[in-house]
């Protein structure tokens, strides 16, 4: 077993160009390819062949990468304990839980919002009046409907200030008197046209923008998808930690794209054909895939293609768009 995995990281090295293949053909012969374990020819032919300080620098390598691994997975159970307790702590097995909801009406000449809720979804899209209109839902935990509303409108904090407005929803908010607590909270925001910016975080949710139209769209979740379809911004900044990213249907206003996620895939179609282009992907885990057909290519030196600069020239004088996309574990594709 401990020879299997060690095989699997001098084949990683040689993948990723750290190792060349005469290298790994005799790291592979001494582990025992070709000869039984712990064979000294082999070594010997290594050693021989082979300057002492290469062979430190390859060792360094597997052992730098052995080390890099184990921390992954550590990191990586560390993060699914944290999301799987507190998954549990809004489970309402043994606890009754009510639906309520609470709107809110901004004043006219409102041009940046901000929305944050602890855990649950957020969606904006096109309102109908001339202001901002704000809608939640709630679950909370109690059997009584007049506490759930209660302690609903306790847990939103709101802020006002100029043209700004923030609003964020207290995570696990408890009403002291009661007990009554809010278990998770989604979040609805309509908006008028000619918006100046909107920020929508959430700690754990989906965060979605259809239809929507803002200078700035900014879209952040720690544990959650983003996608945003047919919406028109100047700006689009979409981030999150465990999450797959998808844009559709750029509008021609658009100006530069921004996105990044630890783990998750990146999904990027509808770029406007007449529209000038230029923009980079990169991928630490997966590969990057862009039409070839409608952009000019290149892809970053080595055996696997995980990074890629892309161009097209406009069929206007409109000014470019840049996408800017990384993920760490995950693909990306951009499509016309």
Known sequence: MVAMNERKKILNLLAEGKITPEQAELLLQALGDDQPAGNPKAWQEWSRRIPLQELKQVGAQIASTVTQSLGEVKRTLEQQKRAVEQQLEHLSWNHPTVSVSHDLQLPEGIQEVCVETGQGSVQITEGEGPGISIHVRARVRTDNLADGKRVLEQALQTLESGDRFELTILPGYRDSDSGAAVAAADVDVFLPKGVRRV??????????????????????????????????????????????????????????????????????????????????????????????????????????RNGARFRRQGQTESPALHLQLTTRSGSIRVRG
Do not use: N
Request: hydrophobic content about 35%; cysteine-free; charged content about 25%.
């Open 199 to 304: 920020l929508a975080r959430t700690r754990s949710g989906r965060i979605l923008a259809d239809s929507a139209e803002a200078g700035e769209l900014r879209l952040e979740t720690t544990r959650g998808s983003i996608l945003v379809v047919q919406s028109a911004a100047d700006r689009l900044h979409l981030t999150t930690e465990s999450g797959d990213i998808g844009v559709h249907t750029l509008s021609d206003r658009t100006r530069s794209v921004y996105a990044q996620a630890k783990h998750g895939t990146m999904d990027i179609d509808g770029v406007p054909r007449h529209l000038a282009v230029t923009g980079t992907a990169q991928t630490t885990l997966g590969t990057v895939d862009i039409d070839a057909e409608l952009f000019e290519v290149t892809f970053d030196d080595g055996p696997r």
